[in-house]
């Protein structure tokens, strides 16, 4: 099944070139949530699908009402199984910008560490998988199993074109597959690499108060009229009562409890909440009650308030009443509650919480299941073995709190396994500033992921 | 006691020229919030300070560690009464920008008003004064008494140089008058002038809540952390309850209560309160159980959100945990509150609301009692005759929602009666986009003004 020690040998001495592949890659801002950086989105897009071809692969460039799909495969290798990489070339929007240390689409390298936006999700961890096939082109050895790969340009902004694609005829034949390999999360902590199987899904929703037809004099009008404001920070409040408990009308209700071997796993796991609260600057943690710190994050599910904005937000002061206030919040989601569900559950919320004065409006921005597998899978003992060749420690199994929201679809549509195998750190700032990755963790993971193939071949089917 | 039809003519002869001085004020941005418009705010004053020369006054330009006061007087006459001209040269903020269908700093004419930030609240206002004593001077007649002015530049961010000003020693005794004259409010209702007796006070803070050292991942954080926006809708909630009390510690204390008078005098001016939902937009009003819509906006104390802000307020989804989250609030106060009381009481507040890994920090950035005056004083009687020779109409007697920080200060410190006389309108748009005042008003302003002058002077002292 291949000479692992050449390639090994090769990607030694390939290094540095695969760390400027990586930059070039970086400095693309295709931030997808904003739609003047389209074009940087297509940019990316084709620097993507042009490594893919220099893997050796043969390459689709897939139009659609957004950015582009890209498609590559190796040959079908009969007998074998069929592994699907899924990944992303999109980033999050890089602001607040003055907190960033480099500018964020300028990868500088700090600490053996490469800081960019994009760096650890996806554009780093996506790009391990490419060069790890390209390493065995490289090495003059055929994959020793067919590996495709199908990259979106909009993981940031919920999947809606990769949904679409799905749904389309002839592509679940086209995509069909035993095990979906994906690397767009985190190792439990540093020296210890972990896979995840399972992930959080997402419900976002943007909402609009409306009060007066303008702003109006806090004084000449205070005590008439509902503030906007006020009438939005009662709302937001009313959501989560004292314990930390969602009171959107029956959310809990298909929510699937924790099982009690995955408590008793978790809770085996070094984790000092001192240590965690200090790496993040906050004196003290909550969430809701019952649960562990880990629990909550991995395999609960929150509600957040991504942004809140109103009235006057300059210096000093001005004596108004906002015409309009507005917020994006966010749920997270665990198996098996929906999108759809939740969304239908906050409409609910808005009808029973209504304002004298105040039009409320909710915009559905984005959203995606949760998911969980099976941690037993033949594919996940082959993985374990990849990663302790290249990161000479066992994986231990956890769950991630974040949201890959395609994933379900996909597992879901071509009844495959899924692989979440994770190179970055918690600490590597994804979707904050100074996002970085390990570059440590870059080049193991290239090296896991040629072994990946290996081991992966190796499991019948 | 002066020749008012003199005067009455060369008015009317001259209101293409007051209307030009009242532009070519406007056109000057001195906003005294933001620190950039500095220079502005010192132009302004140099225009009103020549303007006050030109109305034949002795003027002075006091320095202070903010924005100069502007003093000026006429010359004493023996056995009559002394009037202190008060009012402003600063404006509020113009954002937002987009709203505005003029720009806020180029003076336009629509349909009888004149748009412009500072229109009404102050500059158009105080210019009616400065005015009306210049056409006592170009119509060759001695004032009947002495008016003084002392004009100010940083009413809108709370008149602290004013506020040291009057504990400088002797200036009691320069600034010693009778009455105090402000225009600064409004008339009752188009067609209905009004001379208002009381003011509200105000009490301006801005709340920072400080969570994580920088935005975490949604996804990955979401449930282990306070998230500081939820902290800050849950602390800004409990503020108020559902009957619209406000909840500080022994927040209605010393709140004076109405007099039975008042209400009743209230209860019979025309009001609608469906007219008055419909001139600001809104479905419906709402506030403090108990009080009439008039009540609540004019003489009980009220709790604002003036500005929201945290995390991302740009396009689309982005999934984080905000690492802080601000608000400006503010309260309305009445007789005997005191702003020092109130933050006291919101300090108490903020630590009987305390979140896991939160620091809340309170920043007070302004304040001023409120003050309610003898509304049966000679010289509100005066006043009504001279109002009523311009405006055809018996002025009502009415309170104010508004602020005027240092009336209570002055009236306390140099121990005068005062009056606000209002000539602005409702729905001029102070503090709010497109800001107006009628071109009617203004004149009427001016000549109520020179007709005020020869009222007071009959009253004996």
Redesign the interface.
Known sequence: MGDLDVIDRYLQKTQPDHLEQLKELLRIPSI????QHSTDVQTAARLVLDTLAKAGLQTEWIETEGPPLLYAESPPVPGKPVALVYGHYDV??A??LD?WLSPPFEPTERDGNLFARGATDDKGQMLTHVLSVSSWAATGQPLPMQVKFLIEGEE???SQQLESYLAKPGVAEKLACDVIVISDS?QYAEGQPAITYGL?G?S?FELLFE?????????????????P??A???F?????DDQGRIQLPGFYDSVRPLELSEREMWAGLDFSEDE??KQ?????????QGFS?LE??WA?P?????????????????????AK????I?F?LVPDQTPAEVARQLHEFVAQHQ?????ISVRD??GGPGVVVNPHSPFIAAAQKAIESSFDKQAVLIR????IPIVAGMVDKLGADVLLLGWGL?DD??????EKFRLADFYRGIRASSHLWSQLAEVPV
Chains 1, 2 share one sequence.
């Open positions: 997808s949530a904003v739609p999050q929007p602001d607040p907190l940031e902004v919920g985190s959080r997402i976002y009060g007066p037809k303008q702003d109006l004099h806090s004084g000449s009008f205070g005590g008439a009229v509902t503030n404001a006020i939005l920070a009662r937001l409040a009313a959501m989560v965690f609260a993040l600057g906050v004196a003290g943690l909550s969430g809701e710190t909550r994050k609960r929150t509600f957040d308030i991504n942004g809140l904005w109103s009235g006057y937000q300059g210096e000093g002061a001005k004596t108004i009443i906002p206030a507005g917020a994006k966010s997270r304002f004298p004065g105040i039009k921005l984005q991630e709190g974040g949201s918690n700032n994804a979707h904050s500033p100074n």
